[in-house]
Nanobody
Framework: QVQLVESGGGLVQPGGSLRLSCAAS????????IGWFRQAPGKEREGVSC????????NYADSVKGRFTISRDNAKNTVYLQMNSLKPEDTAAYYC??????????????????WGQGTQVTVSS
């Protein structure tokens, strides 16, 4: 069974950091591009970052550039999202997704067919 499981969310103060993990089971992650998306209450799901299957290409939303870093460890079948300098507007449920792409990834939900259940990130003092 193909499964993606996110972890690492929680409550953090503004300016703090969190590292999200996306672990895959039932398939080999290194063939897939991985995207991180987030959805706040009452808002549409938006792309945060994505990384190509090789890790050689990444993409970030303008709102997180310079603060978030996506990386992958194919040996561990896991992708990470390091989030620094967190802001209250980063509060959302964060989802990882896998897509079989033969080009650089873009922050579009249409590129990703397998999704995790999400992990909540709350940035508040």
């Amino acid at each position: 069974q193909v499964q993606l499981v996110e972890s690492g969310g929680g409550l953090v103060q503004p300016g703090g950091s969190l590292r999200l993990s996306c672990a895959a089971s039932g398939f080999t992650l290194h063939y897939y591009a991985i995207g991180w998306f987030r959805q706040a209450p009452g808002k549409e799901r938006e792309g945060v970052s994505c990384i190509s299957s090789s890790g050689g290409s990444t993409n970030y939303a303008d709102s997180v550039k310079g603060r978030f870093t996506i990386s992958r460890d194919n040996a561990k079948n896991t992708v990470y999202l390091q989030m620094n300098s967190l802001k209250p507007e980063d509060t959302a449920a964060y989802y990882c997704a896998a897509g079989l792409l033969f080009r650089s990834c873009v922050l579009s939900t249409a590129d990703f067919g397998s999704w995790g259940q999400g992990t909540q990130v709350t940035v508040s003092s």
